[in-house]
């Protein structure tokens, strides 16, 4: 389960894992959550934009965040499956668990990753994403959120019994990243 808050670069290190992962002839796809939630918003009738989900109704949220969990617990047994997906959502009410109890029991994780970067980094790297609805935020808001992401995958251990590892998103560190992330996973499926 590969975490990290918007604009910290959890899909580019993604990407770089599933070079690395080719290159070395290991059996790993990336399943990015949002992606099947937005799937599944759009067969419940819902179309929207993957940054306008956040701001739906927690119920909706809640039913369609089970459903691509029960989705993605469908495609486990072929390879290693590495889960893109948050920590927290930021929704209109509050600051929402991406990785609830029942999300949890249904994905069983082996190891929770959390990316992070530097808070002003981040800041910039959201301000430059100008096809995405990013939230404008101050690097002091986005500290706070860092900090909540490592509260959050501090109680999913305690659930589930899986490690944390924090990896660092330096500025122009991908590859970096993401040849620790492979190490990480390589260790924990001994592959
Ligand atoms: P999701 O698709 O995960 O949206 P996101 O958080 O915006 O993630 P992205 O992958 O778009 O951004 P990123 O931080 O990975 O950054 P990127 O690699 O693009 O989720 C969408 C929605 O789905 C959520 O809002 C939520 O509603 C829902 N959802 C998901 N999981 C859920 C769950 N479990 N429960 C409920 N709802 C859930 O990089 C950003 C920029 O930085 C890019 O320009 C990139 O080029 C640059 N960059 C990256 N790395 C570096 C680097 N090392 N140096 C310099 N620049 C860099």
New binding site residues.
């Given amino acids: 389960m590969v975490t990290?808050?918007?604009?910290?670069?959890?899909?580019?290190?993604?990407?770089e894992l599933q070079d690395l992962a080719k290159q070395n002839r290991v059996n790993l796809s990336v399943l990015?959550?949002?992606?099947i939630?937005?799937e599944i918003m759009r067969e419940l009738g819902k179309q929207m934009n993957?940054?306008d989900?956040?701001g739906q109704d927690i119920e909706t949220?809640r039913k369609?965040?089970e459903l691509?969990a029960n989705e993605i617990s469908n495609r486990a047994g072929q390879g290693i499956i590495v889960v893109?997906?948050?920590m927290f959502?930021k929704t209109t009410v509050g600051m929402?668990?991406?990785?609830p109890q029942n999300?949890l029991q249904k994905l069983n994780p082996r190891l929770l990753v959390l990316?992070e970067?530097d808070s002003e980094?981040i800041a910039g790297?959201?301000r430059?994403?100008a096809d995405?609805k990013?939230e404008a935020a101050l690097a002091e808001d986005i500290s706070f959120d860092l900090e909540w992401s490592r509260a959050t995958a501090a109680s999913s251990a305690i659930a589930t019994g899986a490690p944390v590892k924090i990896i660092k998103?330096?500025?122009?560190?991908?590859k970096q990243?993401a040849q620790e992330l492979f190490e990480a996973i390589r260790k924990m499926v001994g592959a």
Avoid: E
Avoid at 32 to 35: L, Q
Avoid at 169 to 174: P, S, T
């Fill in positions: 990290g808050i918007p604009g910290v670069g959890k899909t580019t290190v993604l990407n990015n959550f949002g992606t939630m937005n993957r940054d989900m956040r949220q369609v965040q691509a893109d997906t948050h959502v929402w668990a991406g990785l999300v990316v970067a980094q790297r959201r430059g994403d995405r990013r998103n330096a500025a122009g560190g991908q990243a």
